[in-house]
Nanobody, 120 residues
């Protein structure tokens, strides 16, 4: 199994920045795609950004140009740098990681979620 531990959420004023981290640990052959979803109160979970093991990235239109996803493959850690934050970015952010546990076994793990609140 794969365990994900998130950190870095908090309260920030509009226009501010936060950096989220998510570290994967456990028994696995490799970590494949990693990324972040978010869920605001009363809304569906939304894909924010993904990054492959080859460092190919993908972003939701709502965060393009403001958020940057990156990863450290050696540390099995994914980061989300969030700049120019807006009140509508307020949500619980969840990281995920697709892992290869065995030659024919893959598994997607989820972090516990971290609250990001953008408010003055």
């Amino acid at each position: 199994q794969v365990q994900l531990v998130e950190s870095g959420g908090g309260l920030v004023q509009p226009g501010g920045s936060l950096r989220l981290s998510c570290a994967a640990s456990g028994r696995f052959f490799s970590i494949n795609t990693m990324g972040w979803y978010r869920q605001a109160p009363g809304k569906q979970r939304e894909l924010v950004a993904t990054i492959s093991s080859a460092l190919v990235t993908n972003y939701a239109d709502s965060v393009k140009g403001r958020f940057t996803i990156s990863r450290d493959n050696g540390a099995n850690t994914v980061y989300l740098q969030m700049n120019s934050l807006k009140p509508e970015d307020t949500a619980v952010y969840y990281c995920f990681a697709g892992a290869t546990l065995a030659p024919t076994t893959t598994y997607t793990s989820w972090g516990q979620g971290t609250q990001v609140t953008v408010s003055s």
